[in-house]
């Protein structure tokens, strides 16, 4: 069966310190896999998606990037991080553009 | 472009009661719609799904129905317990989608007092 992980579970970094989470999924090949965020009481916001390995469309300008160094293993990363980034991320894949599955999540704290 | 409209929370019902959260959606073509639960602190959890016109999703005893001709999808379950309390959020995915990207309603936060 299929399995998605994400680490850390939880982080507070201050403002202006680099971001690195990752996602890694086990039980399949070349699947689909997003980022998203989700602000305290809010909905989902889609960050980043890929098809492949090396391939990143960003939904939303920010100062966020994503990389997908392997098949099954996607990254968010930031070179600096913004009070706003704080927020609950989620990872999630799909095969076959099917329904998502989606990761516990990283609780994000910047102070 | 595609979108999906979820009624306003929270919702508050007494256990035992009946539960319907509405949500509709607006599409080109012939989307797949989705109900997603979310628990707090856990991520997205995939609760029923419906691929085509009248097809109906159910489990755990919730069910919706795929209308095209009100284009709804809104989620019901006849009697609520304590441990339905969660957020609750209608998805649909686009019938010509090869990204496999959904859109996602705001969410309706769901309450179940004793």
């Known amino acids: 069966s299929q399995t998605i992980h994400q680490w850390p579970a939880t982080l507070v970094q201050p403002v202006g310190s680099p971001l690195s989470l990752e996602c890694t999924v086990e039980g399949t090949s070349n699947p689909n896999l997003y980022w998203y965020r989700q602000a305290a009481g809010r909905g989902l916001q889609l960050l980043f998606y890929s098809v492949g390995i090396g391939q990143i469309s960003s939904e939303v300008p920010q100062n966020l990037s994503a990389s997908r160094p392997q098949d099954r293993q996607f990254i968010l990363s930031s070179k600096k991080l913004l009070l706003s980034d704080s927020g609950f991320y989620l990872c999630a894949w799909t095969r076959q553009a099917r329904e998502q599955y989606f990761g516990p999540g990283t609780r994000l704290t910047v102070t | 472009g595609d979108s999906v409209t979820q009624m306003e929370g929270p919702v508050t019902l007494s256990e035992e009661a009946f539960l319907t959260i509405n949500c509709t959606y607006t599409a080109t073509g012939y989307p797949s719609l989705f109900w997603y639960v979310q628990y707090p602190g856990e991520g997205l959890q995939l609760l029923l799904k419906a691929t085509k016109a009248d097809d109906k999703g159910s489990n755990k005893g919730f069910e919706a129905t795929y209308r095209k001709e009100t284009t709804s999808f809104h989620l019901e379950k006849g009697s609520v317990q304590v441990s339905d309390s969660a957020v609750y959020f209608c998805?649909?995915?686009?019938?010509?989608?090869?990204?496999?990207?959904?859109?996602f309603g705001q969410g309706t936060t769901l309450q179940v007092k004793p």
């Open positions: 998805a649909l995915r686009s019938g010509s989608s090869n990204t496999g990207k959904l859109i």
